[in-house]
């Protein structure tokens, strides 16, 4: 915060050569020691990641194992991969409600067209090209005929929940040989350390995201469109196209996790992932991202997945507790962050 | 400066603007606008609100579509489509409304679009060096690239928009109004930095309402007017009231009618004091104020940015409560919590960002005006359609608004329009004091005129009217009473006559800036 203080006088007439002598040490200090303020958020849901952890610790004999944290990857890889597409959609200030649709839509397919016997080589890009095409839709939707984000993905929800149950109305084993091998592969990091396909598709999604955000100008774009869709326009950015290609990468990302999550339970049924896009976007702003768009990171929203997770699991260990207190905490944990996120945004201004 | 001595002529342009015509829904806001930019000389595009500048700018950065004209870059047809084409052509703009994103760090701001790239995508480590140096090129290396851009002031923030336009070391650059945000040495600032693009051959297009900034800056003047060209001019040889005329198309003499009226306009001593403030003040906002307003007597406010003008019109008004001193209007003792409080005692106030915070865009022109006074009334009795004619009416002509605007969303008005309408609005509650903090700032000339016109026959009807602006010549044509502020304090009161001009405010502000320093000049 104090960062802020010299900055704006800084701007008043010339400086005073005496001043500008001594300055720069001390300043160069303070820059180096500085944490830009908007990593404060990411910082925040750190901190409650490891206070969730210390309790667990203290509370529970074999929480703080390797292979909690282990599984912790594995059973929610399908969501980082999901929190990681909404990322984009919210960084540029919208919403996408469908997500946890396609991933069903992407899982049901899958188990479908691998029943009929089409190849595993076939089927895996094709589902995920499903949740590409579905996300196009969406985006030129948003931006061509200017809908608002909130209905036309809660329009291709409903579209993707329907084309589930004309697929399969019931659930579909997968026993496809090459499937069940390549959901099957795993590898010990480190001898303790279990990783399983999904882990690395997810850690790999989460680098590719983190590569696109911060190093191409598409990028670059989503965080300027965020903050404000017409400065982005006028300071002469591909506008039209970024906003139809982060509904393009979301749909991609929920294709992509429904085929993990086919992966996870070895079947594909049609009411898989009800409500899931609520946990993504939970995950998101419990990640520090704001709604509104424009400030916000991956690695945010990867914590944030994992907080929601640890909760989970927290309340598996302690046995007695019906599992819908993990929807209480989760719901207080978000209100928590939100008036956190509003606290530090009123500061700022 | 040698460079100067050579004529300008010689030069080849580097754009040139050849009858360009634009329509928005029907309407012809361009009509075959001419403009023509040769490399090392600033031109200034003049006109009032609405004459088509910014239009004009649009369709050179291609913002706005053209319908008919062609735009040459270097004597090619190179008409733009898009922000991104024209800056590929190196026409660079900064545009009037911020357009860089505040959540965004400073480096990124002015790199975003067109950073420098490595063989593994962006290099932020060389795009940073480069925005350090587009910084350094305007003037404020001392900012960190790395703060975020919304904890920047308003003028860091108009400078950091001019580093990104030239960080891609344009040939045409463009400024649409980038002083407005900034006060003078602000400015002054800017303008050099201006200056020294000029003299290392950039073309830069000037616009801004300031006169003596363009007269300073520009070597060549547009004035356009009703979206045609009215006449060109070399800046040396044009005189300030001829272009003042060409720009309102109006006699000028207008304007001079006005000071002398005021001038001769006297308010009884002894008229009732409307409303009175006995050591107003809030801890770290005014100290304790006190001050009289009479009927029928126009107060201005003077000091610089700053100086508790605005703070002194809040606390007056109720919109912020005092935590000191008292307010009696009309001889009673009041306690105003909130604007609507203010209201209902007949005190108006517009904010300085009135267009911002007043205006609702949605609203057509006729809701905005009746707003307030459907808000005193209660929304419980709606006025009905003739009672909003009537009201509506008797500030149309008044204001010199359009009868064919009423029906159109307010947002679609040029800014001195929307001003005039929210003074409109105010007036329609009939206050007893108006308390107008910047009412002209912003707008053209022709709607200063009409607002000033409008405050100085408001106090003939017995108004009691606080007039703040940053123009101190204003205050001083329209005020009977300036009262001078000065760090967050009130330092003075003039009433004005003959001998009161700006020069004496100013000497009045710099005398207590130099006075607790018994070292200096005595």
Known sequence: MAAVAPERSSTGPAPSPRERKGGPSVRAIARRLHVDRRYMPVIGTFVVLALILA??????????????????????????????????????????????????????????????????????????????????????????????????????????????????????????????????????????????????????????????????????????????????????????????????????????????????????????????????????????????????????????????????????????????????????????????????????? | MAARDVPVEVTAPVVEMRGITVEYSGVRVLDGADLTLRPGEVHALMGENGAGKSTLIGALTGTVPILAGTVLVD????????????????IATVFQESHLSPH????????????????????????????????????????????????????????????????????????????????????????????????QGVAVLFVSHFLEQVFAVSDRMTVLRGGRVVAEYRTAEVDRAELISKMIGEDIDALQALHSQRLSHHYAESSRVALRATSLGRRGMLGPTDLDLARGEVVGFAGLRGSG???????????????????????????????????????????????????????????????????????????????????VDTYLDALHLAHEDLDRPAGELSGGTQQKVMLARLLATRPHVLILDEPTRGIDIGAKLDIQRRVAKLAGEGVAVVFISSELEEVVRLSDRIVVLKDREKIGELS???????????????????????????
């Open chain 1, 55 to 349: 309790i667990g610790g203290v509370r529970y004999d074999n929480f703080l194992s390797v292979q909690v944290l282990a599984n912790l990857f594995i059973n929610n890889s399908f969501l980082i991969v999901l929190a990681v597409g909404m990322t984009f959609v919210i960084l540029t200030g919208g919403i996408d409600l469908s997500v946890g649709a396609v991933l069903a839509l992407s899982a049901v397919s899958a188990a479908y067209l691998l029943d009929v016997g089409v190849p595993a080589a076939v089927v895996l890009p094709a589902v995920v090209l499903i949740g590409s095409i579905i996300g196009f839709l969406i985006g030129v939707m948003v931006h061509v005929f200017d809908v608002q984000p909130f209905i036309a993905t809660l329009a291709g929800m409903f579209f993707a929940r329907g084309l589930c149950f004309v697929i399969a109305p019931e659930s579909i084993p997968i026993t496809d040989e090459t499937f069940v091998a390549i959901a099957g592969w795993d590898t010990w990091v480190g001898g303790q350390w279990r990783m399983t396909t999904s882990v690395v598709v997810s850690l790999v999604v989460v680098a590719v995201a983190f590569y696109l955000l911060h190093y191409t100008q598409f990028g670059r774009t989503v965080y300027a469109i965020g903050g404000g869709e017409q400065s982005a326009q006028l300071m002469g950015l591909p506008v039209a196209r970024t906003k139809v290609l982060v509904y393009v990468v979301s749909g991609t990302c929920a294709g992509l996790g429904g085929l993990l999550f086919a992966m996870y339970s070895r079947s594909g049924y049609s009411l898989t992932g009800v409500a899931m896009e609520l946990d993504a976007i939970a995950a998101v702003v419990i990640g520090g991202t704001l709604l509104t768009g424009g400030t916000g990171f991956v690695l945010g929203s990867v914590l944030g997945v994992l907080v929601l997770g640890l909760i989970q699991t927290i309340i598996t260990f302690e046995g007695t507790l019906s599992s819908w207190w993990t929807k209480i905490v989760i719901g207080v944990l978000l209100l928590v962050f939100v008036v956190l996120q509003r606290v530090l945004t009123l500061r700022r201004t």
């Open chain 2, 75 to 90: 004597g090619l047809p190179r008409t733009p489509t898009s922000v991104a084409r024209s800056r590929a052509e190196g």
């Open chain 2, 104 to 199: 965004l760090s400073v480096a990124e701001n002015i790199m975003i679009g067109h950073e420098v790239r490595g063989r593994f995508g962006i290099s932020w480590a060389r795009s940073r060096k480069q925005a350090e140096a587009a910084l350094a090129t305007v003037g404020i290396e001392d900012v960190d690239p790395r703060a975020p851009l919304a904890a920047l002031s308003p003028a860091t923030k108009q400078l950091v928009a001019v580093a990104r336009a030239i960080v891609l070391e344009p040939r045409v650059l463009v400024l649409d109004e980038p002083t407005s945000s900034l006060d003078e040495s602000e400015a002054t600032r800017l303008l050099r930095v201006v200056r020294r693009l000029r003299d």
């Open chain 2, 309 to 391: 003008r605005t703070e002194l019109a809040r606390l007056m008004s109720g919109v912020q409560r005092a935590d000191r001193g008292e307010l009696w209007l009309d001889g009673e003792r009041v306690q105003l919590r909130g604007p609507a409080a203010a209201l209902r005692h007949r005190i108006a106030v517009s904010s300085e960002n009135l267009r911002h915070e007043g205006i609702v865009a949605g609203l057509t022109v006729r809701e905005n005006i009746v707003l307030a006074l459907q808000a005193l009334r209660g929304w419980a009795r709606p006025l009905s359609r003739a009672e909003q004619d009537a009201v």
């Open chain 2, 496 to 522: 004005n006559g003959p001998g009161v001009t700006v020069d004496t405010i100013v000497e009045m502000i710099a005398a207590e800036l130099d006075g607790p320093d018994p070292g200096d000049d005595g």
